[in-house]
């Protein structure tokens, strides 16, 4: 019996690139101009990556592909720096002194260039609205990103490893 090769079968740095890649070169999608003055986002990217647009948005596509229902500020909390994501509050052991908590102060991702792809998106009808609120993958765009990862699995074999 064979197996059907979803997105999750797909190592996810190999899938980003690989959508990221063929959303540019579809050119349905565009980039707003101030994506190549805005900085990288806590060292995940580097500065000099062209592509950083299509990237963001390859992931949030993946994002939406595994979890569905989610809106933008729970995309704007999950691709915020991991350091601001794993650290809890840290409390001084004296908690009379004037520095009782250490500064701790959350990031979170740009909203407005998450906002732009979730558009670029639901203009391309990969994206839908969820009658319960939030978004969802559509049926198009569930079918186009598992033809990206059938075509990443046939040419390459990479897989998750379990």
């Not at 596509?61 to 999950?78: D, E, P, Q, T, V």
């Not at 908590?101 to 792809?117: D, F, H, L, Q, V």
């Amino acid at each position: 019996m064979v197996k059907e090769i979803t997105v999750k079968d797909i190592n996810s740095q190999v899938f980003v690139k690989a959508y990221a890649a063929h959303l540019k070169e579809s050119g349905k999608m565009t980039s707003p101009k101030y994506v190549d003055r805005r900085k990288a986002s806590f060292k995940r990217y580097s500065i000099n990556e062209n592509d950083l647009y299509y990237i963001k948005a390859a992931s949030v596509a993946r994002h939406f592909y595994l979890r569905s229902n989610i809106g933008i500020g729970g995309l704007c909390k999950s691709n915020s720096s991991s350091l601001s994501r794993h650290t809890l509050h840290s409390y001084s052991t004296f908690p009379s002194t004037s520095s009782s908590i250490s500064s701790y102060n959350p990031t979170t991702a740009s909203g407005n260039t998450i906002r732009k792809i979730i558009e670029n998106f639901e203009e391309m009808g990969i994206l839908e609205k969820d009658y319960c609120g939030g978004r969802r993958l559509s049926q198009k765009g569930r079918k186009s990103l598992d033809s990206i990862a059938i075509q990443i699995y046939q040419e390459n074999g990479y897989k998750t490893e379990k």
